[in-house]
C-alpha cells in the first residue's frame, strides 16, 4: 500500500519558498488504481516525485507498505510526463534500459522487451531511434520501459494524454488488466475527468496550488465494466463526471485568473 | 546538399577551376606575366617537392608535422573530454576550477608558444605540448557546457530505475556529450595543425612550419608553395576524416535506421 500522509512541499524560489501542496494526504492500496486530477501546475507531477524519492517532502511522509519510501525502489515504477526515452538508443534498446540497469543477461531481456514492442503496437520499430516515432509512439514505448520491470507500485504522470483515441482505449484497458491481474498498486495523473472515472477505482481532486486534497471519489465503475470503453454508458458516469467538474471548479473567470 | 543531377556538373566545374588556376600559374609564371618572386608555377612546386624528397627532407618535415598534429589532436581531446565529463560531477571542484580554466583559455596561443618552448625543447615535445594546450580548450569547453546543462530527467529516470551513479554516468552522461565531441572534434583538428606549426614557426629544427619559415627567408618561393600546400591537404584530408567519425559518434542523428 502506498500512503501520501500530509504531504506538504515547497519549491526554494528567488522571492521565498513557492508552496507547491498543503497536506496531502490520501491511500492507494494493493490492486487499487488512484487516479489523481487537478488544474494545470496545481502539483500533481510533483506528488509523484515525492511518491518516487526524487525530492523530499517539505512535511509529511510517503509511505510504501508502511514504510518511507527512499530513492531508486525496486517495487515502483515510473512513466514521465516529459520524454524520458534516451535519444541514442533504439527503441529496443530503451525498452531494454530498466532490465539492463538490473543485470538481466542479455538474451532473457531481449525477450522480454520484444513481447512488449509487439504487445504494444511498436512491432517494426525496433531499431528506429525515438526522434523517428510519432508522440503516440512514443509514449507506448515509455510505458513498455516502464512496464518492463514488472513494479508493484506504477506511477503515471498523463500517459495517455498523446493517444488517439481507438489505441487509448486499447491501453487503458491493457493497464487496467495488468494492475488487477498482478495486484498492483496504481497512480494515475490525468486531465482527462472521463478517463479518470473509467480507469480508476477512486479519483482525487486537487485544489489550485497550493494543492490540497478538495474531494475524494469512490468510483465503482471501473471494477463493474468488463472494458473501460463501457464506463461512459454507465448509469453513475454522468454522475461522477459532473460532481468531479463541479469540483475541479472550471470555470472560465478561474481559468483567466489563473493566467 | 547539391542535388544529384546537378552533381556531374558540379565535379566538372571545379575540376575547371582547378585546370584554369594550375594552367594560368603555369603560363604567368612562364611568360613573365606573374613575378617569380611571389609566385610559382606547378613544375617549379613539383621540381622542388622532388629535389626535397631527394634528399630525404621532404618527408621528414612533412611527417613530423602530422606527428605533432595527430598526438596533440589525440591527446587534447582526450583530455578535454575527461576533465569535461568529470568536473560537472564534482560541483565543489568544478566552482574552484572554472575561473582558472576561463583565463587560461583566453591567453592566445602565440603567446603561450614560447613558454612551451622553453619548457621542452626545439623539438617535437613542445609543439605537441601546444597542440595539446589549444585543443584541450576546444573540446573541454563544448563538453563541459553540456554536462551542465544535461537533461536532468533523463538523469531522473534512470535514478528511479536503480541506476547507480557509474551507470548513470556511462548510460546517459557519456552518451549525451557525444554531439559535443563531435563539435569539439572538428574545431580541435583545425586548431591542432595550428597549435604544430605556431610552435615550428616560434623554434624548431624540422616541420612544415620550419621548412615554410626557411623557404621564406632564403627567398626559395617554390618551396614556400610546396609546404602551404602540403599543409592545406594535409588539412582537407584531415577535416575530412573527423566528418566521416560524425555518424560512428552520433550515429542516431545520422539515421533513423541501424
Ligand atoms: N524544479 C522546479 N522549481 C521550481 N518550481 C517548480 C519546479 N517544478 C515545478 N515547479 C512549479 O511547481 C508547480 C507544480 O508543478 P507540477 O509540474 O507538479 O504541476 P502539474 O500539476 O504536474 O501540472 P501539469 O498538469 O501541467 O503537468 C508549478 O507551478 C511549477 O511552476
Ligand atoms: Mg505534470
New interface residues.
Given amino acids: 500500500m502506498l500512503e501520501f500522509r500530509n504531504i506538504s512541499f515547497s519549491f526554494p524560489g528567488r522571492r521565498g519558498p513557492v508552496e507547491v501542496l498543503r497536506d496531502v494526504s490520501f491511500t492507494c492500496a494493493e490492486d487499487e488504481i488512484v487516479a489523481v486530477i487537478g488544474p494545470s501546475g496545481c502539483g500533481k507531477s510533483t506528488l509523484l516525485?515525492l511518491a518516487?524519492g526524487?525530492r523530499k517532502p517539505t512535511a509529511g511522509e510517503v509511505l510504501l507498505d508502511g514504510r518511507p519510501v527512499k530513492?531508486?525502489?525496486?517495487r515502483?515504477?515510473?512513466l514521465?510526463q516529459?520524454t524520458?526515452l534516451?535519444?541514442?538508443?533504439?527503441v529496443l534498446e530503451n525498452i531494454e534500459?530498466?532490465l539492463e540497469?538490473?543485470g538481466e543477461l542479455k538474451a532473457q531481456r531481449r525477450k522480454r522487451a520484444l513481447a512488449l514492442m509487439q504487445q504494444y503496437g511498436l512491432a517494426g520499430f525496433e531499431?528506429?531511434?525515438p526522434?523517428?516515432l510519432s508522440g503516440g509512439m512514443q509514449k507506448r514505448a515509455a510505458l513498455a520501459q516502464t512496464l518492463a520491470?514488472e513494479p508493484t507500485v506504477l506511477l503515471l504522470d498523463e500517459p495517455f494524454a498523446a493517444l488517439d483515441a481507438q489505441t487509448r482505449v486499447v491501453i487503458e484497458n491493457d493497464v487496467v488488466k495488468i494492475c488487477r491481474a498482478g495486484k498492483r498498486t496504481m497512480v494515475i495523473v490525468t486531465h482527462d475527468i472521463a478517463e479518470a472515472i473509467s480507469m480508476a477505482d477512486r479519483v482525487v481532486v486537487l485544489s489550485r496550488r497550493p494543492a490540497t486534497v478538495k474531494q475524494i471519489y469512490q468510483i465503482p465503475l471501473s471494477r463493474k465494466a468488463a472494458n473501460v470503453a463501457d464506463v461512459p454508458s454507465m448509469q453513475e458516469f454522468t454522475y461522477f463526471f459532473k460532481s468531479i467538474w463541479d469540483a475541479l471548479d472550471i470555470s472560465v473567470t478561474g481559468m483567466s485568473a489563473a493566467a | 546538399m547539391t542535388r544529384l543531377s546537378h552533381r556531374p556538373l558540379v565535379i566538372l566545374g571545379r575540376l575547371a577551376v582547378l585546370a584554369i588556376i594550375l594552367i594560368g600559374a603555369e603560363l604567368g609564371v612562364r611568360y613573365g606575366m606573374l613575378s617569380q618572386l611571389f609566385f610559382s608555377s606547378p613544375s617549379q612546386i613539383f621540381e622542388a617537392l622532388l629535389t626535397q624528397w631527394s634528399n630525404g627532407s621532404f618527408l621528414q618535415d612533412a611527417g613530423i608535422t602530422i606527428l605533432e598534429t595527430m598526438l596533440g589532436l589525440a591527446a587534447g581531446s582526450l583530455l578535454g573530454m575527461g576533465i569535461g565529463l568529470l568536473l560537472p560531477q564534482l560541483r565543489l571542484l568544478s566552482s574552484v576550477f572554472e575561473p582558472f580554466l576561463m583565463v587560461l583559455n583566453g591567453i592566445p596561443v602565440i603567446v603561450i608558444a614560447p613558454l612551451f618552448i622553453l619548457w621542452l625543447g626545439l623539438g617535437v615535445p613542445s609543439k605537441i605540448g601546444i597542440s595539446v594546450y589549444i585543443v584541450f580548450f576546444a573540446m573541454f569547453i563544448p563538453v563541459y557546457t553540456a554536462s551542465l546543462r544535461l537533461d536532468t530527467t533523463l538523469v531522473d529516470a534512470l535514478r528511479v530505475m536503480g541506476a547507480s551513479r557509474s551507470q548513470i554516468f556511462w548510460k546517459v552522461i557519456v552518451p549525451s556529450s557525444l554531439p559535443s565531441v563531435y563539435t569539439g572534434l572538428k574545431i580541435g583538428s583545425g586548431l591542432a595543425l595550428i597549435g604544430a606549426v605556431i610552435g615550428e614557426f616560434v623554434a624548431s629544427r624540422a616541420g612544415l612550419g620550419h621548412m615554410i619559415l626557411y623557404a621564406s627567408g632564403t627567398l626559395d618561393t617554390p618551396t614556400l608553395y610546396l609546404g602551404i600546400l602540403t599543409l592545406a591537404i594535409f588539412a582537407a584530408a584531415l577535416s575530412l576524416t573527423i566528418d566521416a567519425l560524425g555518424p560512428v559518434l552520433v550515429h542516431w542523428r545520422f539515421s533513423d535506421e541501424k
Avoid: E
Fill in positions: 516525485s518516487i526524487l530513492g531508486a525502489d525496486r515502483l515504477g515510473m514521465f516529459q524520458t534516451l535519444p541514442w538508443r533504439s534500459l530498466g540497469i538490473r531499431r528506429k531511434y526522434h523517428a520491470i
